[in-house]
């Protein structure tokens, strides 16, 4: 079984979401699925390729709506969350009950774990780091300037290496660790240090 999850590309909610998905996902649905990642940037126009649903599911996290019939799941909280009338339209209409926007919500982590627990029972305590941090980034909530410029945190330093990643495999699998280490023990690994120390080093 199969699970195509298209993400926001380069965007730590956006990735931290597909994570969190792929961990509920597992737990409620299909604990074997197959699951699979594409980024997805804004463009213009249609924002989607007929190719890109490929799965025997397919999710999109944190990005605008689809009105594919092969779209099984999807959340977004953004205002813009419709390319079009006809593409709103096809969200109302639809009776899934897999399909869910909340343009109140700060981040779409949180709110896809809102979700999860209050509509599937299903809470990790082991994701609640990663949904606090997602939401406090994407929603800009910090405690100080200083917090965001310094990045002293694992979070923040995890994010500045998402958002100047050029090569989605790695991207992928930061997604994949995501789901089973903490945001110390990713950042602590070498991959991430040979990418961060120049970052950082420049910042």
Request: charged share 30%.
């Amino acid at each position: 079984m199969k699970l195509r999850i298209l993400y926001h590309g380069n965007c730590f909610d956006g990735v931290s979401s597909a994570a969190i998905f792929t961990k509920f996902y597992r737990s409620t649905m299909h604990a074997d699925a197959e699951v699979a990642y594409t980024p997805t940037m804004h463009r213009a126009g249609n924002a989607f390729d007929p190719g890109q649903f490929d799965g025997d599911e397919n999710a999109i996290v944190d990005f605008k709506y689809c009105a594919d019939d092969r779209l099984t799941w999807w959340f977004d909280h953004h205002q813009s969350a419709f390319l079009s009338d006809e593409d709103e339209a096809h969200f109302n209409a639809d009776t899934s009950g897999k399909k869910f926007l909340d343009i109140h919500s700060k981040s779409c982590a949180e709110f896809i774990a809102r979700i999860a627990k209050e509509q599937y029972g299903f809470e990790d305590e082991s994701l609640a780091e990663l949904i606090e941090w997602a939401h406090i980034i994407d929603g800009a909530l910090y405690e100080s300037p200083a917090q965001c410029v310094e990045l002293r945190s694992s979070a923040l330093k995890l994010m500045q290496v998402i958002e100047g990643e050029k090569d989605p495999a790695f991207v992928e699998r930061i997604i994949r660790t995501l789901t089973e280490m903490s945001l110390d023990e990713i950042v602590e690994s070498p991959e991430i240090q040979a990418r961060l120390d120049p970052i950082l080093e420049q910042h």
